[in-house]
């Protein structure tokens, strides 16, 4: 049997097993569904085929051989489309490689050992089958990076406008407060106000970019549980985000036994997140919501609002680093972009703490984070991993 032929009678048995490596490639799989996991992975395994069923003179196995195979123009072939789905996943390059090294072994292995294989057409399909995965891998990593490299610039770009704001701001307040000779107090308290509102916005992209160089030089976040009121960080974190989005209105409610073991800062800066997070997609009248609770041993925590619904695929990678949703233009002179760190220190900081963090999005019920931190935490981890722990 042909190993084209062998491929497509064998399809689903080859996927299974694509899925089950995916599914180890983590943080990336890490709770992904199965079409997700799968993704492009039957239309590679396809063209494939296709390619290995195609004539081929030598002279375009050599272009081939040399990264310049033959295609249409300005279209993507399922690798390309697979190595942006994998970037937007949050998979690495060496996970994306990783796969095709998988798949290769596998579809290899699995041909092998099929009695039906004619020894006289191994050779070649081999030679044609490494051809055309080299060449599905090159395709993936070409995208990837390409859209990696569009990201990063992305970013800079929209740290350098949300950067700028602030301190515009802030060079504004202080040459009126310099030119200022009147003392009025209340001209001086506004300035204030507006000053301590650019302060506080650029103190969280700092902490954001500090969290995520952390993460990204392979350290992890340190967390320094003390025993500490719950309520009293949801308030925290609604006053820094009331300073930097004072036209919002913010709504605790607090349910149960909210004293526990849990790093005060670290949670602080992931409510301040999820509420200007909800701030900047928020429309309409109804406030911001953010309400704790208390059920056994798993304490809760839920940033509710309502705005534009946030799409399935976008619902799919929006705690991956460097993701940025769009706001409509209209929606109250709010910044149109984020830098799309936020989420990802909240899902970061969680994960330390050994909750977990989700998210649901529809017209009915608005968009709700919701963050679960069980109390049992510290007790169950090793003393050395709380670099100066101490009790309140």
């Known amino acids: 049997m042909k190993l084209s032929s062998f ?15 995916a599914r180890t ?28 069923d195609t004539e081929q003179s030598a002279s375009q196995q050599i272009e081939k051989s040399k990264g310049r195979a033959p295609g249409e123009p300005d279209t993507q072939s399922p690798a390309s489309e697979h190595g942006v ?31 039906s294989n004619p020894t006289g057409t191994i050779t070649n399909d081999i030679v044609r089958f490494n051809e055309t995965i080299d060449q599905a891998l090159a395709e993936s990593i070409r995208t990837y990076t390409e859209h990696a490299a569009r990201t990063r610039d992305t970013f800079l770009a929209i740290l350098g406008h949300d950067l700028r704001s602030p301190l515009a701001t802030m060079s504004m307040a202080s040459d009126l407060l310099v030119r200022t000779s009147d003392n009025n107090i209340e001209r001086t ?54 300073a930097v989005h004072p036209d919002c209105m913010f709504k605790l409610e607090v349910c149960g036994e909210l004293e526990f073991y849990f790093d ?19 429309t309409g009248d109804q406030p911001i919501k953010i ?18 619904v946030i799409p399935p695929e976008s619902l799919n990678v929006i ?36 909750g977990t963090i989700a998210v649901t999005s529809t017209e009915i019920a608005g968009t709700v984070f919701t963050v679960s931190i069980p109390r049992s935490f510290v007790s169950d981890q090793p003393s050395h991993l709380f670099s100066g722990f101490r009790t309140a």
Request: glycine share 6%; charged share 20%; proline share 3%.
């Open 189 to 242: 308290i506004a300035l204030g106000a507006r000053v301590k509102r650019g302060v506080v916005s650029m103190s969280t992209m700092v902490n954001d970019l500090l969290e995520f160089a952390r993460t990204q030089l392979g350290g992890e976040i340190p967390i320094v549980p003390k025993l500490a009121d719950l309520r009293e960080v949801c308030q925290w974190a609604i006053d820094d985000a009331s």
């Open 264 to 282: 005060t800062a670290r949670m602080q800066q992931v409510f301040s997140n999820l509420l200007n997070n909800a701030a900047q997609f928020h």
């Open 7 to 21: 491929i497509r009678d064998n399809l689903e048995e080859i996927l299974m097993e694509w899925d089950a490596f």
């Open 25 to 52: 490639l983590e943080p990336a799989a890490s709770g992904m569904s199965e079409p997700a996991i799968r993704d492009d992975a039957k239309r590679v395994l396809l063209s494939i085929v296709q390619d290995i």
């Open 85 to 115: 789905q994998r970037r937007l996943s949050g998979f690495s390059l060496v996970q994306l490689a990783a796969e095709y090294r998988a798949l290769r072994a596998t579809v290899i292995r699995l041909w092998m050992v099929n009695p």
């Open 319 to 354: 705690f991956n680093p460097l993701v940025q949703l769009l706001v409509e233009d209209d929606q109250n002179g709010r910044p149109s972009t984020s830098m799309g760190l936020g989420l990802f220190i909240a899902r970061e900081i969680t994960n330390a703490h050994g």
């Open 291 to 308: 309400s704790a609770s208390s059920e056994a041993e798993i304490v809760t925590v839920k940033v509710k609002n309502f705005g534009k």
